[in-house]
Every structure is written in C-alpha cells, then in structure tokens.
C-alpha cells in the first residue's frame, strides 16, 4: 500500500505499528523501546546504565546492525511517569538516541524508500492490529531520521501521527503547549499534532473531539492521521486543501492520500473523499 | 456505452511497469501514427498525457491519478474510472470525460475544450476557469468556480457552498437548491432560449435535467475600490524644491508656464512668478526649457538625520489626506551596478593563454550543451530578469525584447503569460513556468525558446 505512494516522496520512510499482544499481558507496565545508536564500543552498556538509572528492567534486547548505526529494540519493564525521564536519560548517552518507545506500539523509521525499510527491518513480517505509515517529501525542516514520519510524544506513549500539509502557526501553538510541559523534539511542525492531540486527550476529550479542536485551532493546510492503541483518526484542514481518502466497509477502514494505494489492498468497499474539514474515526 | 467504430485500429499501452515517463513518451509517439490509443492499468499514475497537442482518441480503463491531461491542446481523453485531483488542469481544447468522480479541482484554469465528470468531484472545481465548459453529474465540494474569469459551469447534482467565491466572470449553471454563495456571486434564473441551449447540450452527453438557475458575477472588479481622492487632489504644504527665477534674465517667453507638468508658474502684472511652489515635483522640465537660463530649481535641505525630517512628515500629511498609502515606485536603497559599469573581458570569458589570431574569441554563451535538443545560444552571458506585463508596461516589455534581440541575449517573460507582440520581438525568450501557472498552456510553453522554472523569488 505504501509502495504504491513511493513517488510522493523519497526523503524517508515510515511506520507505527500496533502489535496484537504487547510485549507482557501479566504486569501491564512493559514497554518496547527502539533505539537509535551509533555502533561504538560500550554503547549499550551506556544504553542499559541510562536505562536502569531511570528505574527500568530490561527485559530483552534485540540487536539489529544496519550499515552504520544499530536499530535497537529493548524491552523494558518501567513505570509510566518514569518513561520521560528515561528518553531523556539515553539521549544524553550521545552515541544513542530514542526512536519509539510504547506498550503497544512501535515505530519504524528511516531515511530510505519503502523498499528498502522492507528490507532493512522486515516490517511485512510485523503482525498486528492495526498502523498508519508515511513517505516523506520534506518541504520546512532538515531530512533526517528523526524529522520522519510517524511521530509520537514521549510522555503520552501509544499515539503517533502521519502528516501531510504544513502547520502554520506552529512557533504560536508549540510555545502554549511547552508552557504546559510538552517537550518537542525536533522541528517538524507534525510533531506538533502528536503534541497536540495528545493534550487534548489528557485534558479528557476523546479522540474525536480532540481532531474536531484541531481542525479549529490549527492554521493552514493539512490531512494527518492519527493512531492510537484501540483508535485510527484522520482529519482533513477546513479549506480541504491536502488529500484524504477513505475505504470503509467489509471490515476494513483504510486512509490513503491517493485511491490507488487503497486499490492495492484489493477489496472494493466505496472510496470516499473527505470533505474539507472533516473528521473521521475508527475504532477497534 | 456505444460503441464507435474507427479507421485505424486502437494501439494499446501495458501502463503498469512503465514509469509516468516511459508512458507519457509511448503515447507521444503512438499519436503520431495511430488516432486511438487504449491505456490498459494505469494504476493511478499521475500527469497522464500532459502536454499532448495531438488529435487522438485515448481510452484509460482504470482510475488515474493527479492532472491527467494538463495542458492538452486537442486530445479526446476518456477515463472507465476515477481521476484524481486537478483533470484537465490549464488546458487549451479537447476533451476530457471522466466516467467515474474526480478529486478536487478539475478543469482548473482551463483555456478551452470540455471537461465532463459524471460521479461527483471534490473542492474548487473549474477554479480560475477562462473559457470552455466544465460539466458534473454529481455532487460538487466547496468553492466552485472560485476566481471564475470566463466559460461555464454545470453541476447536475448538488452543488456546494461558497460556489462561485470571487467569481469575476463566466456562469456556474445549477440544478439543485441554492447553496451559500461565494464573495462577488449572485444567482440568477436562465433565459428560455438558454435553457434550451444548455438542455439540448447536455443530452449530447447523456444528462437529463429540467430547470436550471445561475450563478454570475456580482461585478467584475468586486475588490478594487477608488477612494475617490488623487494625488493630484491632496493639498502640500511642505516645499519640496526651490523654485526662483531671476526677473533680471526672465524675457517673459512663458515657455515655463507651458511645459511645467504641475502648472506651478504664474504671469503676475508682468513677472512670470513660480506661485505654486508646493506642486514642484523637481523634474526640472523649466530649466531645460527656459531660453534665459534663469529658472533654478533646488531641492529643499532638510536634516536627513534625523527620524521625523520635513520629507516624511509631509510624506505623513499627504498619506492621511489621501486615506492610503502611496503608490509609487520603491527603487533600492542600495546602490546598483549599471550596465555602464559592466567591463566584460572576453579573454576571461575562454581559456588562457588565447591567441586572437589562431582561435575565436567573443562572448558567447550557450546553455544546455550537454542535454538539450536545442540549446540556448547567447551572444553575451546576460539573461534580462523576469518581469511580467503587469508588473511593467506593454512598452517596457517591447523596448527590452527589442534591446536583447539587437545584442543577442534572452528575454524572459515573466509570470503572466506571453504577449503575442513580445514573441515577435525577442529573439530569444524565456516563458517563465512560476507556481501560480498564470497563463501557462502547451502554447505558451512551446513557442518559447526555453523554459524558466520557478521555484521562488526575492524581488517584490
């Protein structure tokens, strides 16, 4: 499906996944951790002190060397409120830098195409419920790992988002929700929505109500995605000005930027475009 | 669905491994020997048949993707399937009939032909259209018509709000109940004799619909507003030059009062006075004129280091009396080379050591040598910037078309489109292709020498 959405952009490549069974059903506080590190000797024992330092267990840590660099993937026993303090933990590190970390959820992102993410980190082999992908072309911020799609927030783990458009009044709705403890990590402006929505949501709106916030709120055009452990949203600017399209019927929801990457999935449900500033949900 | 039969058989076109190139480039030349040409799996490529200036039939059995058919200049394009956004986007004639719906903006900013969606499209549909006809049988999103200059609209079923937003011409014809109208448009019920026309039209294309209203512009310059005072108009109080004439030399010839664009001479009693002084805009035309030399024209001194000097505090006045700003030409603050200042060293221009008497040695410059099928041959490494008409008169243009052609370098058009007189003019010219596509069409891309892609600018 994402294959077929190559020629939008080929700076980077990526996806969020929603695995059918988190990594422990038994005590509910495992998190899977992906990191990026640079592959130096004692970097993963720097990794693991940072990591037990923050009040962490780990589980069980799967190496994956890919040229240069190791893709990580730890699994980790932790508490919620800790988890912020452990991003921030092994990113002082230096030579390693937090991707994804989620109970149900995991990220895979890197500077390549589809195929070649296929390749590098077998993501057709991943099973799980649900998950929402990206191809990036990027237009404001640098090209790199860490300005790829998805996005998540560190503290509200378990929600990422794709983006399509350009946020405009980024610097004016980042500092209100920085004054409120949201810590940015890039510059991308679709960090923001993860920020966004993610605020919302603590605030006891739910999912629908928060997208419907941010057609309101957020200024100039845009359609992302929006997945969460048991949701998917997608929301459309009011002016409609960046494509959404929607496959709905035989158990199947699907959201793509163009029909024929919902025509790759093969069933033939109705397609329908989005109207401008339209929310929808999906829910599991 | 009838059938048609045809004179030549229909080629066809496998689309699924093809890159949007490879098939672009295998319609091109199967144009030139066939009329009908059949597309089989298009998987929703985009820019299908772009730029294609060629009577052929093309058939594509399956949904396309974004601007299929932009900037056509005569083909018939059917598509047994979706389109993507913008169908048939800037195009010059031909036809585009899109079987299934359509994304937002078909029949953007078309020159001419014939867009037709049967399902339903998205937003902005027919935006900035300037001729030919753009017909829905289904639903349409918002903004329909939005910047209309010309052509016509159908929409058969329901149409959406703000449909006509800033429409300055052209009509939106609708059958559906009156949705919110956009800034500038206004509804209106069709004359007898135009319903008919647009009834019997419509059955050509196999749509059945009985009364019909409009939507037309309300004016066509809806955001131009005169506030009714002129330059002209604003009493100065502030004496910008020094205007004297020495009665000891002045031979009362009035030539002054004659040429003065601003009539600031009098004949008092028998001295030829300069009255109103206020009005001096300094051109100096009295100096020039006057046979005696006795008129001076100085500007008034004023303390240029200081923030609220006499200059802007009358700039203030005369910007508060007129309600506005002033429009005037902005200039640079810094100073700029002229071509005066240029010193062009042909020897610097070819490789060191050179011998005149052994090799050539001149300015010329040529662009594209290693790819192009015609490269740009300049007789001198200068390319005029791009200003479009508009931005400067018909007669600028010309002056500098003429100028480059006389020297050998290239004009370039700017963003506005082409000027016929322009073409004639300059022997090498450059169409601007900018990100708003004003005026571009497979005409106006052709008859250029070459193409000037831009992707942004620092001048305005």
């Not at chain 1, 035989?250 to 930027?257: D, K």
């Not at chain 2, 009255?275 to 006795?294: N, S, T």
């Not at chain 2, 002056?399 to 073409?423: F, Q, Y």
Request: charged residues 25%.
């Amino acid at each position: 499906m994402m294959a077929t959405l190559q020629h939008r952009g080929r700076d980077s490549a990526g996806v969020a996944v929603y695995n059918k069974s988190p990594p422990s059903t038994s005590t509910g506080n495992e998190y899977v951790l992906r990191i990026f590190t640079k592959d130096v000797i004692g970097a993963a024992s720097e990794v693991a002190t940072a990591i037990a330092r923050a009040g962490g267990d780990i589980r069980s840590i799967q190496l994956n060397l890919v040229g240069e660099y190791g893709f990580d993937r730890y699994v980790i026993r932790a508490e919620k409120e800790y988890l912020e303090k452990m991003v921030h933990e092994i990113n002082l590190t230096k030579a390693s830098r937090v991707l994804s970390i989620g109970h149900y959820m995991e990220i895979i992102k890197d500077v390549c195409t589809v195929e070649e993410l296929d390749k590098r980190f077998k993501v057709s082999d991943l099973s799980g419920t649900h998950g929402i992908g990206h191809v990036r072309f990027s237009t404001e911020s640098r090209v790199d790992l860490f300005h790829a799609h998805p996005f998540q927030s560190f503290s509200y783990p378990d929600i990422a988002v794709v983006h399509n458009g350009q946020i405009t009044n980024y610097y004016k709705i980042r500092d209100k929700l920085e004054r409120r403890g949201h810590k940015f990590e890039t510059e991308n402006d679709s960090e923001l929505i993860v920020h966004y929505v993610a605020d919302k949501l603590e605030n006891g709106l739910d999912l629908e109500e928060a997208l419907e916030a941010s057609v309101r709120d957020l200024d100039g055009p845009f359609s992302y995605i929006i997945s969460m452990p048991d949701a998917i949203g997608v929301a459309k600017d009011k002016l409609g000005l960046r494509p959404a399209l929607v496959l709905e019927g035989n158990g199947i929801f699907a959201i793509a930027s163009e029909e024929v990457a919902l025509r790759a999935l093969g069933y033939t449900g109705t397609i329908r475009n989005l109207r401008p500033g339209e929310v929808v949900t999906w829910r599991r | 669905m009838e059938k048609v039969t045809h004179a030549t058989a229909a080629e066809t076109i496998e689309a699924n491994n093809l890159s949007t190139r490879q098939l672009n480039k295998a319609i091109k030349d199967l144009s030139r020997r066939t009329e009908r040409i059949v597309i089989k799996d298009p998987k929703g490529k985009h820019h299908i048949a772009a730029g294609l200036c060629r009577k052929v039939e093309i058939d594509i059995e399956g949904s396309v993707g974004y601007f299929v058919g932009t900037m056509i200049d005569g083909p018939k394009i059917r598509i047994h399937g979706n389109a993507g956004w913008f169908a048939g986007d800037n195009m010059t004639s031909g036809e585009i009939v899109v079987d299934g719906h359509a994304g937002n903006g078909p029949g953007q900013g078309i020159y001419g032909g014939l867009v037709v969606v049967k399902g339903d499209v998205g937003d902005r549909a027919g935006a900035l259209m300037k001729r030919g006809t753009l017909i829905i049988g289904g639903n349409t999103g918002i903004m329909t018509g939005l910047y209309m200059m010309g052509g016509e609209i159908i929409v058969l079923g329901e149409i959406g709000d703000y449909a006509g937003e800033s429409i300055i011409g052209g009509q939106i014809i609708f059958t559906g109940d009156v949705p919110t109208l956009g800034k500038n448009a206004k509804v209106v019920e069709l004359s007898e004799g135009e319903e008919k026309r647009v009834r019997e039209f419509l059955k050509e294309y196999g749509f059945n619909a009985l009364s019909f209203k409009k939507i037309v512009p309300m004016s066509p310059r809806p955001f131009y507003k005169s506030s009714g005072e002129t330059i002209a108009k604003v009493r100065r109080t502030y004496i910008r030059y020094q205007v004297s004439i020495d009665q000891t030399l002045c031979n009362q010839c009035k030539v002054c009062m004659k040429f003065c664009p601003q009539s600031v001479f009098s004949s008092v009693g028998e001295k030829i006075v300069p009255v109103r002084r206020v009005d001096c805009v300094g051109c100096k035309v009295c100096m020039e004129y006057c046979p005696m030399q006795a008129i001076e024209v100085i500007p008034t001194p004023t303390h240029s280091n200081s923030t609220w000097n006499s200059y802007v505090v009358d700039d203030i006045h005369r910007k508060a009396a007129l309600g506005h700003h002033l429009v005037r030409g902005m200039g640079a603050r810094r100073w700029f080379p002229h071509f005066d200042d240029l010193v062009l060293l042909c020897a610097q221009t070819s490789r060191p050591p050179i011998d005149h008497y052994r090799e050539p040695c001149n300015t010329e410059t040529i662009i594209g040598t290693r790819f192009a099928e015609k490269p740009l041959k300049l007789k001198a490494p200068i390319i005029i910037g791009a200003m479009s008409y508009g931005a400067i008169s018909k007669e600028a243009k010309l002056a500098i078309a003429k100028a480059a052609s006389n020297i050998g370098i290239a004009v370039n058009t700017g963003e506005g489109g082409m000027l016929p007189e322009e073409r004639e003019n300059a022997s090498i010219l450059i169409s601007q292709y900018a990100s708003g596509r004003f005026g571009v069409s497979a005409n106006y891309l052709q008859s250029a020498d070459a193409v000037e892609i831009k992707i942004g600018q620092g001048a305005k």
